[in-house]
Every structure is written in C-alpha cells, then in structure tokens.
C-alpha cells in the first residue's frame, strides 16, 4: 500500500501515450516528420516507419539540395521532405555546408559547378557528391525539359562530379 512507484509511473506513461496518439491524429505530416528525423540513423526502423506514412497517406517528398535540411521537414502543402541527414554517407558539417552554400546562392542551386565553387571541398567531398547523385538529391539541378531517363540523368550528374570538383 506504501509503493506508489508503479502508479506514478504508468500514468506519467499513460499521458505520454495520449499525448503522441493526439499528434499522430491530429497532425501526421509533423509526427512522421519528427519520428522520422528520431529515427534517421536507424535504417531498418527508418524504412518501416516510410512504409507506414505512405499507408496513413502521409506525402513524402524525395531529397532535394535545394529544399531538404539535416533532419526531415514539413512543406506546407506538399508533404513531408526528406532530410538530408538521413542518406547514408553525409555528415552534418557537409548538410551545414550545402544548405549555407544555398543561402549564399540566392536560395537556389543551380549546377554542380556552382555548388562546387562556393563551398569548401574538404567539408563535402566526392563521397558527399556521389551520395547525392545516388538518393536523388540533385535531381532538381537537370533541366525539367530533359526527356532522358532519370538513370540517364543522374549517370550524366555521376560524369560530371570530377569536372565539377575541379
């Protein structure tokens, strides 16, 4: 009768649920964005949690040098983007790096060789490059009026790095 622990306890855990069951509810593009962004590094648990916003009709945006950060973020309208910070092969200095680069830019990234100019090649270097070839972040840097492929495209992107970098 004296060991109160596990009442305080389960309902500090009872609230909690509500309150996580309240935002999945009521607003799932923020919940998917923050679950997602907790669960960045953790790819097994990063793809379960894509496979359940796509069934509750969470809209995901892809990777985008241009719109993403770090962590994932909420588009008003659009949908959910995707962080940068959860691709495989990017550090947080080289996201730090590209969205400054971005800001400097005018809000926009234009080529890879502008990309390459303004930022410093130590921080994001070919493995940083090839990262984003790869997860489709450079995608809005090829001209919408191309009709090549997007295989295509990105193998002219992955041609293009060394030139860039140089």
Known sequence: AGYGFNKSHSTAYAFLAYQTAYLKANFPWHFAAALLTIESNDSDKLAVYLAECRERNVPLLQPDINASLWHFSVEKGRGVRFGLGAIKGLGEGA????????????????????????LDLRTANKRVFEAL?????????????????????????FASLEPAME
């Open 133 to 157: 070839v790869k997860s489709g972040a450079c995608d809005s840097l090829l001209a919408p009026s191309n009709t090549l492929r997007l295989r295509a495209l990105r193998a002219k992107l």
């Open 95 to 118: 996201v730090q790096a590209i969205v400054d680069a971005r800001t400097a830019l005018g809000g926009r990234i234009t080529s890879l060789h502008a990309l390459c100019e303004i």
